[in-house]
């Protein structure tokens, strides 16, 4: 079955860099693009980064370009973030994402918080 399983979340001070890892299974990694989405308490969940299935072409959120990148390793299976110069309001619950043939799926979250 499909599992997306996020891990990297952590607390880390203002300004700080984390990296956050999808690794996914039961389906062809390769053949998806992939998202990673937040939610902040007393939010509604929000894109944060997508990556086409090959890696070539990704997007961001407004408020997160130039501070955070998506990328992906399909021989690993696995997508990243690399969240820089984190602020408070980037406290959240981060998800990662497949739109699959059959509908979508996410992982159970990794909570980062920012706060010094």
């Known amino acids: 079955q499909v599992q997306l399983v996020e891990s990297g979340g952590g607390l880390v001070q203002p300004g700080g860099s984390l990296r956050l890892s999808c690794a996914a299974s039961?389906?062809?990694?390769?053949?998806?693009?992939m998202s990673w989405y937040r939610q902040a308490p007393g939010k509604e969940r929000e894109l944060v980064a997508a990556i086409t299935s090959a890696g070539g072409s990704t997007n961001y959120a407004d408020s997160m370009k130039g501070r955070f990148t998506i990328s992906r390793d399909n021989a690993k299976n696995t997508v990243y973030l690399q969240m820089n110069s984190l602020k408070p309001e980037d406290t959240a619950v981060y998800y990662c994402n497949a739109q699959l043939w059959d509908g979508d799926y996410w992982g159970k979250g990794t909570l980062v918080t920012v706060s010094s």
């Open positions: 039961g389906f062809t990694f390769s053949s998806y693009a």
